[in-house]
């Protein structure tokens, strides 16, 4: 129906089977049709009585007569005008008995042949009564039925229904002028009762059964209307989030009540579920959600089939105990549904259920940031402001905007970039309020803001403290300070769930002569993931195309993370190792007082890394904690640049010139500031300048390589790679 018109169509037909109730009884009740009922049954009765006095007249013989019962007419022998008891039967004479037996035998088959025009009569007599029910039953509710018709003339579907509750009062017209036997009720309440256990000998419960049983049937609760759902107030295409998508949430119910020993329903207990509030519109659901619900999933998919809603009657032990189970008849389906989940959840659903690409052919791919343009800031101020008003909280100033979207692009983890996940910034906004509330401000400002970042950061904080407390302690090996050679500071990320922070790691490396080239220790012990090991063997693949391209690598080096217990994987730490590796085989300090991240190819590229952000601040609180001395900082990829959003002490130090940040390319610009020798470049002669990194390296090589030849001529060895 027309949204709107459903409430009050069914306020009409409640108030509609009021005055029918008192309509109907009425118009059985009136003099009219009591008199009208009463012609017809004296005209049947005394046709009968006229009939069964022929009859009479016509069978009655010497011995036999045949006398009006209150069951009928029956044909009994008599003697002298008088009735024959079985005991004056018995003293008769055999001839006289068969005498009698023979007329009473001939005059009941000429009874039963004389009566049967009865039954037919008794029909007539039934179908006049019908008959006359049905005009007076119409005469009572036509005009109620009427007045209902024009007021919804106009809505479609309407009249249909209302004439068919007219012509079904009218087929049924019985169950309304035929109440219903009392003892009948009285001993179907018992025998409800007995099975309930109820005492039999409780006359109140009884009574309270039985007219419970008469109110719940009341035939014109029949033509009641049962409004799934109401669209009286929607404005547009309905829009329905379903975040609990059980089966009875998706499709409806039909509920049930317990009823002498029995569970029973009606269409009036028939309940909505998501896909009928959605007709017409649109329903969300959580794809995680209802992949747990299989029975969800399977009729979902026969409704966007069938296009229709159908409600399964409940089956199994649901419904052993039920006398009544309805079958609604499917609702045609005109909605478009929308599924929300991860990317992994979309394509196991492509590769493993061959329905999902046909139902739903519409992908849409959300990115998790958005592009830091001045249009889109200037959206994100506008959706700010919207959560200030819409959670009432206090308004924010210009700066509060501006470290918001500072924020915002820091959990983007590029500078470029803002995070499309508002919860986190209006998370934010709210503990800012907070802080302003604490302050008793009127507005939020910058400081409020960096206040709740800072709380929020100090709350998660626990395992980064305590590992920064086991590092100031000397639990963990890190220096800050001096030089070391094969020896170098590494970064990493750890995350908590939310919570991720940056741990600098020592990463130490030792060379020496041999053929095995570079051992990864990690990996040995299976406490290195492929990503690290692929980026240890770069570092061969690095050095071989170096210093070694008409030689073998005569060399052997051992990498390690030391003190670490975990797993290790990721490449990030490739150029940190191989900055050691050059160390060890140049012979060359590495400055403590630096730390290094990034990954590293084959040609000594400097490649673009996760968690730039935290891996500089975990450095920085080490190097604080210690005292800023002006000539710490940590080399990142130049690649990553645009991913720097630190933390407002961190740029207060690069500012101060108490902390600062390489960004590089290459691994030759990274060695020259880790040991502050020139890297070198290669002549035309192939070598590199003497007292240059990768001259000091080739030169080591090279000498290995010939102690190594001489070891295996003094040894009778076959030399690497040839024939001796």
């Known amino acids: 129906m027309p949204a709107g018109k459903a409430r009050p169509f069914a306020k009409d037909m409640d108030k509609l089977i009021e005055d029918m109730r008192a309509a109907l009884p009425a118009a059985f009740e009136s003099d009219e049709y009591k008199k009208a009922l009463k012609a017809v049954e004296d005209l049947y009765r005394d046709q009968k009585t006229q009939y069964f006095d022929d009859i009479q007249k016509h069978t009655s013989g010497k011995n036999v007569s045949v006398l009006r019962m209150p069951v009928g007419l029956v044909v009994a022998p008599t003697r002298d005008g008088e009735v024959l008891s079985p005991e004056a039967f018995e003293k008769l004479s055999e001839d006289d008995q068969r005498e009698v037996l023979a007329e009473l035998n001939a005059a009941q088959e000429e009874l039963e042949n004389a009566v049967r025009d009865i039954p037919k009569w008794e029909k007539d007599q039934r179908e006049q009564i019908k008959k006359l029910n049905q005009d007076f039953a119409g005469m009572a509710v036509k005009q109620l039925i009427g007045d209902v018709k024009k007021k919804y003339r106009k809505t479609k579907g309407v009249a249909a229904f209302l004439n068919a509750v007219y012509d079904d009062i009218i087929e049924n017209v019985a169950l309304f002028v035929s109440p219903a036997d009392e003892e009948e009720n009285e001993a179907t309440a018992r025998a409800g009762a007995e099975e309930e256990g109820t005492p039999p000998s409780d006359e109140e419960q009884f009574a309270a059964l039985i007219s419970k049983q008469k109110a719940d049937g009341l035939p014109l609760n029949r033509y009641k209307v049962n409004v799934l759902v109401d669209h009286s107030e929607s404005k547009g295409a309905p829009l329905v989030f379903l975040d609990h998508p059980i089966l009875t949430n998706l499709i409806g119910r039909v509920d049930r009540q317990q009823q002498f020993g029995a569970l029973v329903t009606d269409f009036n207990m028939i309940k909505a579920g998501a896909l009928h509030e959605a007709n017409g519109g649109f329903l969300v659901i959580e794809a995680k959600y209802l992949m747990n619900q299989p029975s969800s999933w399977e009729c979902l998919k026969r409704a966007l089939r069938s296009k229709k809603i159908t409600m399964d009657p409940p089956s199994g032990a649901d419904s052993a105990g039920m006398t009544t189970i309805l079958e609604p008849e499917g609702i045609p389906l005109d909605a478009k549904i929308v599924l929300l989940g991860e990317p992994d959840l979309y394509y196991a659903l492509i590769e493993n259920d061959p329905d999902f690409p046909e139902l739903f052919k519409v992908e849409a791919n959300f990115f998790p940031t958005m592009k830091k343009t001045r249009e889109n800031m200037e959206k994100y101020a506008r959706l700010i402001a919207t959560q200030t008003r819409r959670n009432k909280l206090r308004p924010l100033e210009k700066d509060a905007v501006a470290r918001l979207l500072e924020h915002a692009s820091r959990l983007a983890e590029d500078g470029e970039k803002l995070t499309a996940h508002i919860a986190s910034i209006s998370d934010l906004i709210r503990e800012a309020n907070y802080c302003a509330m604490l302050d008793k401000a009127k507005i939020i400002t910058r400081g409020h803001v960096e206040r709740a970042i800072e709380s929020k950061r100090k709350r998660s904080d626990r395992i980064q403290e305590r590992m920064e407390e086991q590092i100031e302690r000397g639990a ?121 991240t990034g990954s590293v190819n084959q040609f000594g590229q400097i490649q673009a890394i996760g968690g730039v952000n935290e891996k500089i601040e975990g450095f920085f609180d080490i190097c604080n904690a210690r005292g800023l001395t002006g000539d710490q900082g940590v080399l990142i990829p130049k690649s990553n640049v645009d991913n720097l959003m630190l933390r407002k002490d961190v740029v207060d130090a690069c500012k101060e010139g108490k902390f600062r940040i390489f960004p590089v390319e290459t691994i030759d610009e990274g060695i020259e500031i880790l040991t502050g020798v020139p890297a070198g470049v290669r002549g035309k002669d192939g070598k590199f300048p003497e007292n240059s990194v990768n001259g000091r390296v080739q030169a080591q090589l090279h000498k290995w390589l010939i102690q190594n030849l001489e070891y295996k001529r003094q040894a009778h060895l076959p030399p690497q790679g040839g024939v001796l």
Do not use: W
């Open 476 to 596: 963990i090996l890190i220096d800050t300070t001096g030089a070391v050679v094969g020896q170098i500071n590494g970064l990493a990320v750890y995350e908590f769930g939310h919570v991720s922070f940056g741990k600098p790691s020592r990463i130490t490396c030792l060379a020496r002569m041999g053929a095995g080239g570079v051992l990864d220790i990690e990996r040995e012990v299976d406490l290195g993931g492929p990503l690290h090991t692929k980026g240890v063997l770069i570092l061969s693949s690095f050095l071989a195309s170096r210093f070694s391209e008409n030689a073998p690598l005569s060399m052997e080096a051992s990498l390690v993370f030391e003190q670490s217990y975990g797993e290790i994987d990721g490449d990030s730490a490739s150029s940190t190792e191989l900055y050691a590796l050059l160390s060890a085989l140049s012979g060359l300090p590495i400055k403590q007082n630096l730390a290094v």
